[in-house]
Nanobody, 120 residues
Framework: QVQLVESGGGLVQPGGSLRLSCAASGIIFSIYTVGWYRQAPGKQRELVAA???????NYADSVKDRFTISRDNAKNTVYLQMNNVKPEDTAVYYC??????????????WGQGTQVTVSS
């Protein structure tokens, strides 16, 4: 059974920092591209950041130079370090893992989400 379990969300003041974690189980974590998406009320889910199996990273323009994604394959965990957060970063943050597997196609898994609220 595949599980992606996020943690680390909460309330943070503007300009503050937060670190999200996502622990995966039931998959060979190292062969998956993993990332963070977010969805604010009334908006579509959007990619925040992703890291590939070779460590290449991709960020949404709105979080570049503020957020850092990293992965620890030994711990089957992906992190999102959020610095200098802004009210517009308020959303539910979802962990995602995807991989194209021979003979099985694209496998795509999601966590349950963790709420991040940026407010003074």
């Amino acid at each position: 059974q595949v599980q992606l379990v996020e943690s680390g969300g909460g309330l943070v003041q503007p300009g503050g920092s937060l670190r999200l974690s996502c622990a995966a189980s039931g998959i060979i974590f190292s062969i998956y591209t993993v990332g963070w998406y977010r969805q604010a009320p009334g908006k579509q889910r959007e990619l925040v950041a992703a890291v590939t199996i070779d460590g290449s990273t991709n960020y949404a323009d709105s979080v570049k130079d503020r957020f850092t994604i990293s992965r620890d394959n030994a711990k089957n965990t992906v992190y999102l370090q959020m610095n200098n957060v802004k009210p517009e970063d308020t959303a539910v943050y979802y962990c995602n893992a995807k991989a194209l597997i021979a003979l099985r196609g694209m496998l795509d898994y999601w966590g349950q989400g963790t709420q991040v609220t940026v407010s003074s």
